[in-house]
């Protein structure tokens, strides 16, 4: 049959029959650093530079309803597989086999190309939010998004046998438009059997990537089995918006008394070139796509944000440590597929795992990052 190429940051082929392929990828390279008080960082802070990903893959649709995307991360020392995974749908429903982003959070959620901050909320990281290997399913009607799944581990750890996890995810998203208002309001939950190595560690990197110090960690600790409860709210209005949510990770501890960590954000933000907005699609923020990029003369997009995120790792006899965050960043997209991004974060410690050498474990840091980034 004919076929038609077009171009989406790459060449996408398509037939009449149903057939589709198109080469995917992205690259972010980062500057960052973080500036906290002699001793608590070492050698792990300051000014560095790091690809932060490397995504090469491909993507595509076969006739009767199936597509598939296979991608990998070559950023670091060892290939790390992505999203692999084979899907079919069928009217409002879609069902997904392969490693897969389990149904988290609204920040998760977001492509890390589109999100306001060059990392997302630190309780995302902190509680393991990762892609795992999986089947799950996604009902998707005009308002209403329902989507849940049972998953394994990671595609990384399937050939380790102290990493056999099994977990239920489940997440419920009402999106009404009224008017140039778009709504998102939801909540999601989760329940994790950690089977053969009983133990969890919740760590959180200080806002920007380039430092391996966590300065709040609970360090490594028995746990049977994880529960994970969260609420996310956002709304649109033309160049302006908001979002929050919040976090509650409880570890099963037999014999002992079981923590509840917390983590949340609220975050606002808003499109200063005129025409331009943050997009909206299925459950999460999309592309900010500039009306009149650079190459027809126009400025491009410019987006301002302002984010407070809190992570708390203290409870029942627990000290991981609070960390709060107030962050602002500056997004630059000159055309639709080129983006940079600029933050910073004044962060604030409590009962930080990390002490000063004089034993001070309540202070703050300053964290500066950079970001330039192509997709396609």
Request: hydrophobic fraction near 40%; aromatic fraction near 12%.
């Amino acid at each position: 049959p004919a076929t038609e190429i077009a171009w989406k940051g790459a060449p996408e082929i398509k037939t009449a029959d149903g057939w589709s392929f198109k080469p995917r990828g992205r690259l972010q390279v980062d500057v960052a650093s973080i500036d906290a008080p002699a001793g608590v960082t070492g050698t792990h802070g300051g000014l560095a530079t790091e690809f932060r990903r490397a995504y090469l893959g491909m993507e595509g649709k076969i006739p009767g309803g199936f597509g598939y995307r296979i991608e990998a991360d070559f950023a670091n020392s060892a290939v790390d597989l992505t999203d692999v995974y084979l899907t079919y749908a069928t009217g409002p429903l879609t069902v997904t086999a392969g490693q897969q982003k389990p149904f988290w959070s609204l920040d998760e959620l977001t492509s890390d190309l589109f999100t306001s901050m060059l990392e997302r909320a630190a309780f995302t990281q902190a509680f393991g939010f990762e892609r795992r290997v999986g089947l799950s399913a996604q009902y998707k009607g005009k308002a209403l998004l329902l989507q849940g799944g049972v998953f394994g581990d990671n595609a990384n750890d399937l050939n380790s046998d102290s990493n056999n996890s099994v977990s239920l995810d489940a997440r419920a998203i009402w999106m009404p438009k009224f008017g140039n208002t778009q709504l998102h309001l939801g909540g999601s939950g989760h329940w994790r059997n950690i089977n053969d190595a009983p133990a969890v560690r919740y760590a959180s990197r200080p806002f920007v990537h380039t430092t391996n110090s966590r300065i709040v960690d609970t360090g490594t600790f028995n746990a049977t089995s994880e529960r994970g409860l969260g609420v996310e709210a956002a709304a649109l209005a033309g160049p302006f918006h908001v979002a929050g949510e919040g976090f509650w990770q409880t570890a099963r501890r037999p014999g002992f008394a079981d923590p509840t960590f917390f983590g949340g954000y609220a975050e606002v933000g808003y499109v200063l070139t005129r025409g331009d907005a943050r997009i909206y699609k299925d459950g999460a923020f999309d592309r900010l796509a500039p009306s009149r990029p650079i190459n027809a003369g126009g400025p491009g997009a410019i987006e301002v944000n302002a984010r407070y995120d809190y992570l708390d790792l203290n409870d029942a006899g627990i000290v991981g440590g609070r960390q709060r965050t107030l962050g602002v960043s500056l997004v630059w997209a000159p055309i639709s597929y080129v983006r940079l991004t600029a933050n910073y974060g004044r962060l604030m410690f409590d009962d930080a795992a990390i002490g000063t050498p004089t034993g001070d474990r309540d202070y703050s840091a300053d964290a500066f990052g950079l970001r330039t980034q192509i997709d396609f």
